[in-house]
Nanobody, 128 residues
């Protein structure tokens, strides 16, 4: 079992930058993951993929339309990831979720259905 905890959300001004963090922990000591990623969901909208890291694949995955404003980093040994969002806009307002894939070999890290564990989310509110 893996537990995920997001942090770093809050109320920010348009144009600001924000760094979100996610820490994975295992009650029984098992924190192995195949991938970790970030999603967001705004009221009335479907859950949106943002970025992910697959530990055995070189290079991260990004939602193409947001790539220029996103930077994902992570440490496999610590099962932690971060998301830096630059030039925040009001439309970025959403609950941001950390998620992890565990126990799958062939999967699409851009699809939420593949993720086995989810954090509770952290609210990001961007004022204009």
């Amino acid at each position: 079992q893996v537990q995920l905890a997001e942090s770093g959300g809050g109320v920010v001004q348009a144009g600001d930058s924000l760094r979100l963090s996610c820490e994975a922990s295992g009650r029984a000591g098992n924190t192995d993951t195949d991938a970790m990623g970030w999603f967001r969901q705004a009221p009335g909208k479907e859950r949106e993929f943002l970025a992910a890291i697959r530990w055995t694949v070189a290079g991260p995955y990004y939602k193409h339309s947001l790539r220029g404003r996103l930077t994902i980093t992570g440490e496999n040994a610590k099962n932690t990831i971060n998301l830096l969002i630059n030039n925040l806009k009001p439309e970025d307002t959403a609950v941001y979720y950390c998620a992890a894939v565990s126990g799958h070999r062939d999967f699409d890290p851009g699809l939420a259905l593949w993720y086995d564990y989810w954090g509770q989310g952290t609210q990001v509110t961007v004022s204009s």
